[in-house]
């Protein structure tokens, strides 16, 4: 007689052996269950509704977050300025023409003084970066900014809210356009500019006294001269050879229109139009068929220098061939 407390024992069956086809066919749709892509409708209906529930609050949530952020910042200045900045308070030294963008590590400035082609390839170069300085108020709008440009001078150069000081490059001769900046009678024209820092203000070697030891004799005598006059608050700048082979072969060396950048550029606070004042460096008879390492300095008492780190300071090379 069999024991009325045992438990039958039951087996799970497994289910039908579908084929493939018949497998994907009951996924996209079964009928039985009223499942589509393995869920029914409400099931779709209640994930679909947590997702979008949860990515509105994420929207929401970062929306909000942005908006707090940018009501920290002001469009027209930084929020960490000098010595709270990435940047610093070290201002560098760049210089103009570059070589083409397709090697980014080269500083190498090298043409052919009898080959038009050369020569206009260097040319076209500056006269490209020298457009938005050729831009001059017209009052339609046509140049944005450029109608806030208004000439200066060291002795007055009273600005308004608005107006910046403009650099004429007009007054650059030799190094214009028309004289495609010298480079056609192997003395090119190099152009140097000081990278902008919001609030920086030059603190200028205005007098003899003091004056680093490293400072070249040239512009030590050319302080002199100046000392004590408005001129004499400038960002002084030099270009040397590297190496005294360098020296012997960079040959002689003008700066245009003036031996620096003019105190009265400064400081920079991102007003419309403003543009950053350059110095044409125009290397008269450099040796031909050698390469030059030049190094060309910023001189100010708050710019620190650094040959190997490349502050307050850059570096190129120039090599001027006739053959």
Not at 187 to 209: A, E, H, M, Q, R
Not at 210 to 229: C, F, T, Y
């Amino acid at each position: 007689m069999a024991d009325k407390t045992k438990v039958a024992e039951q087996y799970y069956a497994p289910p039908p052996d579908l084929g493939k086809w018949e497998s994907l066919r009951i996924f996209l749709w079964n009928s039985e269950t009223g499942q589509f892509l393995g869920r029914t409708g409400s099931s779709w209906a209640k994930i679909l509704l947590f997702y979008l529930i949860f990515y509105a609050v994420l929207v929401g949530f970062f929306a909000a977050m942005l908006a707090i952020f940018y009501q920290t910042l002001d469009s027209r200045m930084p929020k960490w300025q000098m010595d709270s900045s990435l940047i610093g308070n070290n201002p560098g030294l760049g210089f103009r023409p570059m070589p083409d963008s397709a090697n980014v590590e080269s500083t190498l400035i090298y043409y052919k003084a009898n080959d038009k082609g050369s020569v206009l390839k260097w040319a076209q170069v500056i006269d490209d970066y020298l457009e938005q300085y050729r831009k001059k108020g017209s009052g339609s709008g046509e140049a944005s900014g450029a109608e806030n440009r208004v000439p200066c001078f060291p002795t007055s150069h009273n600005l308004s809210e608005k107006q910046v000081c403009d650099v004429p490059i007009e007054e650059f001769h030799p190094c214009t356009s028309a004289n495609q900046y010298n480079y056609e009678e192997a003395g090119p024209c190099v152009f140097l500019k000081l990278n902008k820092i919001f609030n920086w203000i030059p603190d200028s070697y205005n007098s003899t006294d003091n004056l680093p030891a490293r400072m070249p004799e040239d512009l030590k005598q050319h302080i002199k001269l100046v000392s004590g006059k408005p001129e004499a608050n400038t960002v002084w700048v030099s270009c040397e050879g590297e190496n005294p082979a360098d020296v012997e072969n960079i040959g002689p060396v003008q700066y245009i229109p003036r031996r620096g950048f003019p105190a009265y550029y400064y400081p920079f606070t991102n007003k419309e139009g403003y543009l950053s004042p350059l110095v044409a460096v125009l290397f008269e008879k450099p040796r031909t068929g050698v390469l030059i390492n030049i190094e060309c300095r910023a001189w100010a008492k708050n710019i620190n220098y650094d040959r190997y780190e490349r502050r307050g300071s850059v570096h190129f090379e120039l090599m001027v061939d006739r053959s």
